[in-house]
């Protein structure tokens, strides 16, 4: 049986959530569509949020916003240099890349964070994560380079992980 105390600490991650996503998709602040957003997160946020129970685990304080800002920021550049990366791979006259599946191990507990670490992983051009197992998730590498666990881990995971570790725990 799940907690009826978490309930509001669901729904305020997920309202804040669900907040920051309209926002961004909305990209501006202006009051009519500020408002607008909060009305609609918070309406979302309170039929979703007895659900919602993996955010319970985020813990709002500066340090960690801080991390997430800093996670946003790696996860761009990391997303442009992957595209880049592909792109490169994609317009040469000859493709020499050697794909397969990688074993990387994951510190996340929290399922949330797994879940982030996966779309972190997926999101980014050249990778897919294709299974998740304990604290192993089984990526799809469009060019292997490292094949035992720690390497692997190293090149995908490392730089993400480091700060979803301090948000999600």
Do not use: C
């Not at 340090?63 to 240099?81: D, Q």
């Not at 604290?135 to 094949?147: G, P, Y």
């Amino acid at each position: 049986m799940q907690n009826k105390r978490n309930i509001p600490l669901q729904f305020l991650n997920l309202w804040l959530t669900l907040l920051l996503i309209w926002v961004i998709a909305n990209g501006t602040l202006a009051l009519d569509s500020l408002i607008t957003g909060v009305v609609v997160s918070a309406a979302i946020a309170l039929a979703f949020a007895s659900f919602a129970r993996v955010y319970s685990v985020i813990r709002w304080s500066p340090k960690v916003i801080f991390y997430y800002l800093l996670y946003l920021g790696v996860f761009l550049i990391e997303l442009a240099k992957a595209n880049l990366n592909v792109m490169r791979l994609v317009f040469s006259p000859r493709i020499e890349i050697q794909p397969g599946i990688v074993e990387i191990k994951t510190e996340l507990k929290s399922p949330i964070g797994r879940l982030a670490l996966a779309n972190s992983i997926t999101l980014t051009p050249g990778t897919l994560v294709v299974d998740i197992k304990d604290n192993s998730l089984f990526i799809h590498w469009i060019n292997v380079s490292a094949t035992d666990p720690v390497g692997a881990t190293e090149k995908i995971s490392a730089r993400f992980e480091k700060y979803l570790k301090v948000v999600y725990g």
